[in-house]
């Protein structure tokens, strides 16, 4: 499909531009100075017209509390909810402008089927009946696991609901992935491992209780804007130190009061250094652990999942505190240093900073230590070094493991739409199994017991063939898978059906049959789910455009389409209040109990466990958390009751820079831009900041190279090639022998060039780290 | 017909005297931070040669210290 000029509809109206001028300039405002909050933006779209509605923004996993203000039926003004714990007012640019990505010029809005390599506009009836008729034909004939959904981390909550109980209560398949599968997937195996549960022990307010702030892979200025200047902020009123632990130079490295690099894949080394000289010292909190932890090892030289069907399956074996203070031998200072490239003295620092008992320390990451192939590993042990000094569950003491996506939490870890969960447990759990079975009212045999394909795997079916129909919502994996060729050419073969919903064309709408326009955000009612388990409700603001239809509403009617009408027996007007009565029923106790549909619409978020009308800041300790039992720590995730600090080594990455190609290439994203651009391209000030994907380059190499800002450079790995201009010495700056590109850009497809390999634990892909040639082009 | 949108920072301690400054010019608008000394300035001027007289006037201003333009449209 052609997509032309990335332009916003014309509405006419000076007022609609002042205000777009206007947050503009607030957002450039908050860039510059913390916590800058300005209450009047109304007056530039009329100071009595506008009425002002609460939702989550639609962007990034902070979740911030937005106040959209609505005029003449539009969407025409933003500004951050004072009343949002998260954001306390505070927004980013991403958030000021993100009502523009509603307007786009070329919005989908009729739903649209390929006929004989052309695209031909049809109703929603129609379309809706060809995705059943086809999903039912490609069933009858290959069987049920031949069909697969693959949703988001930003599907609202009742999206994911439907969608699992459609695919797994229904159709009687596993074949249910989301794409947080690429970027939560190992924070999952990481909580679940050490602690039994998923989701953080902590929340924001950890924020302002903290002394320490160590990042690790994490650059949060750009990546988690609001939050990073809530850090800023606390040291300005409290003195607390930030440390940023990365593999490149980053605008939160010069906002840090220290930044240190660490090689790729270093990481690993590095954590088990800090767990050597916390024990090594004696910093140990002997009675915690005693009390609240024990040792695990298990399987080491795990491989990366490089080939088809890669099976792989931990054992978990009991140690003592003995055999895991042997087992860190291997990591003395000195010997990490020369694995991880962290100098003895930063190490000891770090170490010290970590055991300084007067001093409450926060531990930050999201994308570094997850798209990693020993991405379990590398969660495991930063929980490991609190959980050697204690420092866990209480206020500012805070293991923190953030998401990227709006919902990533809410929709696909608390939903369960990976394929091997549930939207409680998981599907190899038969007490699980019959708990959706009664629930969605079907015999428990429906559920299949076994998990069929993880996102990498699931598209290497689609290649293969063993799926022949794929609905893809709400996500772009054209543009996000790694490898990206491999999965392109698989999805554009002779007999595979794709269905696409989605608000904007993609190079995914690109390989679509069919391509279904989605009621965008506050087109339609729905809850979103943040990092610090905080579910968020929006109701419908706008009517949404054309023929658009939510993703929710899409999935009923075709389900009923299908004949699977009474396990939707809602209306239109009912339906998610339905849906969040009955997926609560899911979580009911203390550990997980939620919030009513009437509380949600009330407030500005409210955060789980919710137990007799209160918040569950703190989890496993008594104080803070009414699951918890006794009157200190309970880690009653695991069956012990006890936290697990495991012994994991390092490994090399899969590949790693050799003579043919000596540059580590590493991805990801700019605060302008939401993931793929898709969205955010479609806002001028945005795309206009950045308009495309460019290549960091280390001064010394371009100079070496003759290369300067702009030039042409040439990138190719083992999968692929491309050429874009180079940026040296400008955001961001890689050490040598190491390259930085960012991954929102769809004409700049980076992702041809990453290597599908994943960790065996999460099966969650590497995207920071493979070997690249460059050269001037 | 620009719209355009500035960052006004003024000298320590004379916030209240821009912001009256700024209002008394046709086609502004101003939005004074809540809790830092930093006025967001929204210009709608009839145009550009009003757009430039505006600046030029500003440009002698004592009281302000540094001024950016964020954004610009022209409709
Ligand atoms: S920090 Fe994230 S949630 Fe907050 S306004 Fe920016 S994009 Fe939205």
Known sequence: MERKAYTVKDHSRRNFLKQLAATSAISAATAMLPKVTFGGVEKFTGNDKLTWKKSPCRFCGVGCGLLIGLQNGKAVAVKGDPDSPVNKGLCCVKGYHSVMALYGKDRLRKPLVKRNGKWVEVTMTEALDLVANKMKETIDKHGKDAVAMYGSGQWTIPDGYVASKFMKGGIGTNNLEANARLCMASAVTG?????????????????????????????????????????????????????????????????????????????LALANAICYEIINNGWVNRSFIEKHCVFKKGKTNIGY???????????????????????????????????????????????QLYADPNKKVMSLWCMGPNQHTRGTWINNQIYNIHLLTGKISTPGNSPFSLTGQPSACGTVREVGTLTHLLPHGTVTNEKDRKLAAEIWKVPVEKIPAKPTFHTVEMFRALDRGEIKFMWIQVTNPMVSMPNLKRYRNGALKEDRFIVVSDVYPTPTTDVADVILPSAMWIEREGMFGNSERRTQHFEKMIEPQGECLSDTWQIIEVAKRMGYGNLFPWTKENHIEEIWKEYTRFHHGPEHAMASYQELKARPGIQWPYVNGKETKWRYHAKYDPAAKGDSFDFYGKPDGKAWIWARPFEPAPEVPDKEYPYWLCTGRVVEHWHTGSMTRRIPVLHQAVPHAYVELNVQDAANMNIRTGDKVKLVSRRGELVLPASVNERGQPPRGQVFVPFFDEGLLINELTIDAFCPISREPEYKKCAVKVMKA | MPVKSYLVFPIAGTVAQVIEKLQSFNHCEVLPADNQEVIVLVTDSDSEKEDEQFLEALKGDTTIQHISLISGFST
Request: with cysteine; aromatic share 12%.
């Open chain 1, 191 to 267: 909580f679940m491992t050490s602690f039994g549960l998923d989701e953080p022990m902590g929340c924001y307010e950890d924020i302002d209780h903290a002394d320490v702030f160590v990042l690790w892979g994490n650059n949060m200025a750009e990546m988690h804007p609001v939050l990073f200047s809530r850090l800023l902020d606390q040291r300005l009123k409290r003195k607390s130190i930030i440390i940023d632990l990365g593999t490149r130079t980053t605008r939160t490295s010069l906002a840090a009061d220290k930044a240190i690099l660490f090689q790729p894949q270093g990481d």
């Open chain 1, 305 to 351: 999942g490089l080939e088809d069907n890669f099976q792989f399956t931990d054992e978990p074996g009991d140690i003592s505190f003995n055999d895991f203070k042997n087992f860190l031998n291997d990591y003395a200072p000195a010997k990490a240093s020369a694995l991880c490239g962290v100098s003895v003295k930063d190490i000891k620092y770090l170490a």
